[in-house]
């Protein structure tokens, strides 16, 4: 049975190299074999009265007794409709807060995902990955892609974005097939321009940036660029420690040289090597943004009314109070910028005289790369998931047999206690 779903698996994702339909157009990825649940839905199964095993539950935990990782698994791998979503993301939070909490299974987090997106619940997919901590859910590679994928073909960018921003926490860009779909989220988010907070300019920046140190091609010397230029923008504006604060990033200054150290290995590549015009475009729009900013806190502006006076006094005290926030550092680095305004040209034109510079957006860079290596990327990830799900199988095999002889063991010792006591009575 395996075997014949591998092969439908493998046919399908090979057809997905006849495509010829636009990415954008489209709003697909991921193949309808690497999407499909056919191998999850073939697991043995458990029937469970969820009534019933929630009533145990709570009983159990009134007792202040811990409930096993095998109840939640179960509870999770029967949810037939979107209230029973509802219901077990009470009990995952329960468990996560129980002293059981390390032995959340990964199938579990699995099963989670699936029937959320399964019963219309993709908002609380994203809401317990958010909330990791609180709900314990870490998932796999696989598992982000089918959530990131799910986002994309919705064409809500954001969320999936959101979801990538996970996988930028967990340093989980392993996978080819991950980073491609990361990418494809990102840059088809970034094309829609949206206005972002400095937490979400942070967030997406060390996405792009750690993602792309993954592909040495121009998407990736693209994505480098986009990303040291946002966190760049962050630094300059908020200081080294908002950049780093809770990211798995350099504790350095220089972020925007760094986007320039880019340019200068692009110019210096001898391969087929590029830099996509938007994103030199958008680095350009950022310098002179900032430059523009630094030069309006220097010479001020007479205040014509009290309204714009008040105005101009808070402008004043957030800039005093982000001052205080910055150290020596972050004003020398700020003090950098004319220099990096100078050499940002320089590069430009030099990129441009030797034809580094690639007419493709970057949300077209990354929609070819996934027409040509996606494909060839979900072979082996289909092949570890069959494996995987094989292993969960027998481990979670392995856990209702020690179940039962704990549960055989409970009993004999409830029947020796009973027998003792009633031959206490009779003496």
Same mark, same amino acid.
């Given at each position: 049975?395996?075997?014949?779903?591998?092969?439908?698996?493998?046919?399908?994702?090979?057809?997905?190299?006849?495509?010829?339909?636009?990415?954008?157009?489209?709003?697909?990825?991921?193949?309808?074999?690497?999407?499909?649940?056919?191998?999850?839905?073939?697991?043995?199964?458990?029937?469970?009265?969820?009534?019933?095993?929630?009533?145990?539950?709570?009983?159990?935990?009134?007792?202040?007794?811990?409930?096993?990782?095998?109840?939640?698994?179960?509870?999770?791998?029967?949810?037939?409709?979107?209230?029973?979503?509802?219901?077990?993301?009470?009990?995952?939070?329960?468990?996560?807060?129980?002293?059981?909490?390390?032995?959340?299974?990964?199938?579990?987090?699995?099963?989670?995902?699936?029937?959320?997106?399964?019963?219309?619940?993709?908002?609380?997919?994203?809401?317990?990955?958010?909330?990791?901590?609180?709900?314990?859910?870490?998932?796999?590679?696989?598992?982000?892609?089918?959530?990131?994928?799910?986002?994309?073909?919705?064409?809500?960018?954001?969320?999936?974005?959101?979801?990538?921003?996970?996988?930028?926490?967990?340093?989980?860009?392993?996978?080819?097939?991950?980073?491609?779909?990361?990418?494809?989220?990102?840059?088809?988010?970034?094309?829609?321009?949206?206005?972002?907070?400095?937490?979400?300019?942070?967030?997406?920046?060390?996405?792009?940036?750690?993602?792309?140190?993954?592909?040495?091609?121009?998407?990736?010397?693209?994505?480098?660029?986009?990303?040291?230029?946002?966190?760049?923008?962050?630094?300059?504006?908020?200081?080294?420690?908002?950049?780093?604060?809770?990211?798995?990033?350099?504790?350095?200054?220089?972020?925007?040289?760094?986007?320039?150290?880019?340019?200068?290995?692009?110019?210096?590549?001898?391969?087929?090597?590029?830099?996509?015009?938007?994103?030199?475009?958008?680095?350009?729009?950022?310098?002179?943004?900032?430059?523009?900013?630094?030069?309006?806190?220097?010479?001020?502006?007479?205040?014509?009314?009290?309204?714009?006076?008040?105005?101009?006094?808070?402008? #004043?005290? $957030?800039?005093? !109070? /982000?001052?205080?926030?910055?150290?020596?550092?972050?004003? =020398?680095?700020? %003090?950098?910028?004319? &220099?990096?305004?100078?050499?940002?040209?320089?590069?430009?034109?030099?990129?441009?005289?030797?034809?580094?510079?690639?007419?493709?957006?970057?949300?077209?860079?990354?929609?070819?790369?996934?027409?040509?290596?996606?494909?060839?990327?979900?072979?082996?990830?289909?092949?570890?998931?069959?494996?995987?799900?094989?292993?969960?199988?027998?481990?979670?095999?392995?856990?209702?047999?020690? #179940?039962? $002889?704990?549960? !055989? /063991?409970?009993?004999?010792?409830?029947?020796?206690?009973? =027998?003792?006591? %009633?031959?206490?009575? &009779?003496?």
């Amino acid at each position: 049975m395996a075997a014949s779903i591998w092969k439908r698996c493998a046919t399908a994702a090979v057809k997905v190299k006849c495509l010829s339909a636009s990415l954008p157009a489209r709003r697909w990825l991921l193949s309808s074999a690497y999407t499909d649940a056919t191998v999850w839905e073939a697991r043995e199964k458990d029937p469970q009265n969820l009534a019933l095993l929630a009533t145990t539950m709570d009983r159990t935990y009134d007792r202040n007794l811990p409930v096993s990782s095998l109840s939640v698994s179960r509870f999770v791998d029967n949810i037939s409709s979107r209230e029973e979503i509802d219901q077990a993301e009470y009990y995952l939070y329960k468990f996560r807060h129980s002293p059981n909490c390390w032995y959340l299974r990964d199938w579990t987090i699995h099963s989670w995902i699936r029937q959320c997106l399964k019963y219309g619940a993709k908002e609380k997919a994203l809401h317990t990955v958010k909330n990791k901590v609180q709900y314990g859910i870490f998932p796999d590679d696989f598992t982000f892609n089918l959530l990131i994928d799910f986002y994309i073909k919705d064409g809500d960018f954001k969320s999936a974005c959101s979801v990538v921003e996970e996988v930028m926490l967990q340093e989980a860009f392993d996978l080819p097939s991950t980073q491609i779909v990361s990418l494809y989220a990102m840059s088809s988010y970034q094309a829609t321009r949206p206005q972002l907070a400095v937490s979400e300019e942070r967030a997406l920046g060390a996405s792009l940036l750690i993602c792309g140190l993954q592909q040495d091609n121009t998407v990736g010397l693209s994505a480098q660029l986009l990303g040291n230029a946002l966190l760049g923008k962050v630094e300059m504006l908020e200081g080294i420690h908002a950049v780093f604060r809770g990211m798995p990033l350099f504790w350095g200054h220089g972020y925007l040289g760094r986007a320039l150290a880019v340019m200068e290995r692009a110019a210096a590549s001898s391969g087929d090597v590029r830099l996509t015009k938007d994103a030199l475009d958008y680095m350009n729009d950022l310098l002179q943004e900032l430059s523009s900013t630094s030069d309006s806190d220097a010479s001020g502006a007479e205040s014509v009314g009290e309204e714009e006076e008040q105005e101009e006094k808070e402008e #004043e005290e $957030e800039n005093v !109070k /982000k001052e205080d926030q910055m150290d020596e550092a972050d004003q =020398a680095e700020r %003090a950098k910028l004319p &220099q990096y305004v100078t050499r940002f040209k320089e590069l430009s034109s030099q990129l441009e005289s030797e034809g580094k510079v690639d007419s493709a957006s970057f949300q077209d860079s990354v929609s070819a790369l996934a027409q040509q290596n996606l494909a060839a990327a979900e072979k082996p990830d289909l092949e570890q998931y069959l494996s995987r799900v094989q292993a969960w199988e027998a481990d979670n095999r392995q856990l209702i047999a020690r #179940e039962k $002889e704990m549960r !055989k /063991k409970a009993e004999e010792e409830k029947r020796e206690r009973l =027998a003792a006591k %009633a031959a206490a009575q &009779q003496a």
